[in-house]
């Protein structure tokens, strides 16, 4: 499976992006998909994850309320919708797919078999 992110940019606090990853593979809607970023300095770290089932999608703390992520199977492509943007946002944002399901904590810890090349953003204050 090979994913493509996009949509990455600079924007000033309380803007919005919106992030786009499309997935190659014909059954993308078995599996798995997430949103991960990493900011300069730090590790990589969970920010969204929606199960192949779509029954719920699990949030970072940090981020609820705030960002919102969708996929459309038919399409191949999953969104990550991100609003009320804060400085401490910027960072590389990848997208991931897995083969299996997670729950709770899982979405952390858990193996992607699948990472897109990430797509970058910056918010200025």
């Known amino acids: 499976v090979q994913l493509q992110a996009s949509g990455g940019g600079l924007v000033q606090a309380g803007g919005f992006l919106r992030l786009s990853c499309t997935g190659s593979?014909?059954?993308?809607?078995?599996?798995?998909l997430g949103w991960f970023r990493q900011a300069p300095g730090k590790e990589r770290e969970f920010v969204s994850g929606?199960?192949?089932?779509?029954?719920?999608?699990t949030y970072a703390d940090s981020v609820k309320g705030r960002f919102t992520m969708s996929r459309d199977n038919a399409k191949n492509t999953v969104i990550l919708q991100l609003d009320g943007l804060k400085p401490e946002d910027t960072a590389v944002y990848y997208c991931?797919?897995?083969?299996?399901?997670?729950?709770?904590?899982?979405?952390?810890?858990?193996?992607?078999?699948?990472w897109g090349q990430g797509t970058q953003v910056t918010v200025s204050s």
């Open positions: 593979r014909g059954t993308f809607s078995r599996l798995s």
């Open positions: 991931a797919a897995a083969t299996r399901r997670f729950v709770g904590s899982a979405w952390k810890t858990g193996v992607f078999e699948y």
């Open positions: 929606m199960n192949w089932s779509s029954t719920g999608t």
